[in-house]
């Protein structure tokens, strides 16, 4: 009876370590159920925004002219950049483009909500003290850990799915469909990986999130020098989670192989984080943090200073890594008039780019530029939230405790927001129009694109006054937002396919801003989204005034 207990207690200890995990679980997917929706039903869109009749791929299967045009702007250095390696170039039908032009950005679209998911639930509750709260109740040491591989896994499974049910539903083979769907979704659970190592490393978020977003470009690059220096890639391109989604050939000459280095890889970090999880003490990382000074710097005498510099290294990085992608994609621009001849009869693109030549450039610039500005829509919505995540681990009190006024120290945090939202905007659009440069572009002057970016500039703004008067008023709903921002990129992707009514698509503030490389911004609507911007401020401090703040 002895050595049946002897042999059972170290079972038991064992699963001690993990006890809790399904409670946690349970309360993770709660808190991210919107997020987790909003990720699904936005990628099903894409795809059937994309590949369904009237979307960008659908003539594709229809008109040889185009499949052989498309495929033949398809081998250039600049669209494998943006694009894939090109399988399927032979025959480039609806199958084959989604595979080969959609893979790398669904990838980093869902390696990025996998990383902020994994850095949330980790260093972020450490950070805040509220995973302390959680251990002192009946909590395994390794529960935390578990629930969130176990959380981050049925979030991309649920992604995974919807994906499956798009890319079938617009008629896509089904099995081809979900090899596709759960191959992105192995590889951005190998950047979830990375992200729960990186938050073992590093003992704030910021850093976890920087290293992780670092490994992210750092192979996003590699994948792209990989595949143009050899046709289909070279062995460079193995060291990229994104070329191993590339690399099952699917709706070509589909294997499976490849993805058994995603599991692999994935499941070799998992343990180093476990491994490293269980070597180090509860709150600290690995790398050591180095020594400060013994006396605040000079600089450091108000809360302006103290928001830079909490803001300072994501602004550096943020603008740094969507710059370099920007360049990227303005060095296609001069190719723009031969793409559009490749697929001249689809629906899509007589709306999008009416007219030839030099206009067909101006629109399609002007487009792209719009995706520069959600960037800086959501580094706004990011950075203004932080003054949430410092009222939540109630630094915001100690900060208001001192003889500093609670408005200033919101306004401070929105000025140095503000500031970072609009640099990461025209860094974004002159790294474009460099890009442009680049590759010979003449037909439109440097001062154009710095137009564009002003009259993006205020609805930029309208996006973070939004954010902060939610903020200001109910804490708790900051995820309106987030809202918006989805409504946004639902207006620009789909609301002509949807026929969505002006009264709609104004909710966007995107909406009233005009192409200024080809016709000038309406007085109007700059004034009017200033005007909106301005009126949500004030209805920003009301509310932070009339409330109290968590200390």
Known sequence: MSAVAAAAAPRRTALASFTGAGHLIRFMLRRDRIRIAVWTVLIALLYLGSLAPGGEYSVLDDDPEARAGRAATLSSPAMIAMGGPGYGLDDYRRGPAAANELILWVTIALAAMTILQVVRHTRSEEESGRSELMRAGVLGRHAPLAAVIVQVLLTNLIVAVGSTLALAGVGLDPVESAIMAFGIALGALVYGAVALVTSQLSESSGGALGMAFGVLGVTYVARVIGDIQEPHGS????????????????????????LGIAVVVAFALLVLAAVLASHRDFGAGMVKVRSGRADASPLLS?????????????????????????????????????????????????????????????????????????????????????????????????VLAKPVARLRWLLSGALVAAVGSLVVLFAGIWAMALGGYAAGLDSIGFGDFTGLALAYTPAVLVVLAFTLAVYAWAPRASGLAWALFGWMFLVLMFADML???????????????????????????????????????????VGFRRRDVHG
């Open 235 to 258: 062995a460079l391109s193995w060291l990229s989670p994104i070329a191993w989604v590339h690399q099952t050939r699917v709706f070509v000459d589909t294997r499976l192989w490849p």
């Open 302 to 398: 108000g809360p302006v200073a103290l928001a830079w510099v909490r803001q300072r290294t994501a602004l550096l990085w943020t603008a740094l890594g969507l710059s370099a992608m920007w360049f990227a994609t303005g060095t296609i621009l001069t190719e723009v008039p031969n793409m559009l001849e490749a697929v001249g009869d689809n629906p899509l693109y007589d709306q999008l780019l009416e007219g030839s030549g030099d206009e067909m450039v101006r629109i399609f610039a002007a487009f792209i530029a719009a995706y520069s500005a959600f960037g800086a829509g959501a580094y706004a919505i990011v950075m203004m939230l932080r003054a949430k995540a410092e009222e939540d681990a109630t630094r915001a009190a100690l």
């Open 499 to 541: 026929d969505l009514p002006d009264w709609l698509r104004g909710l966007s503030p995107y909406w009233w801003v005009e192409n200024t490389l080809s016709d000038p911004m309406p007085v109007s609507h700059t004034l009017g989204l200033l005007g909106v911007a301005v009126a949500l401020v004030l209805v920003a401090l």
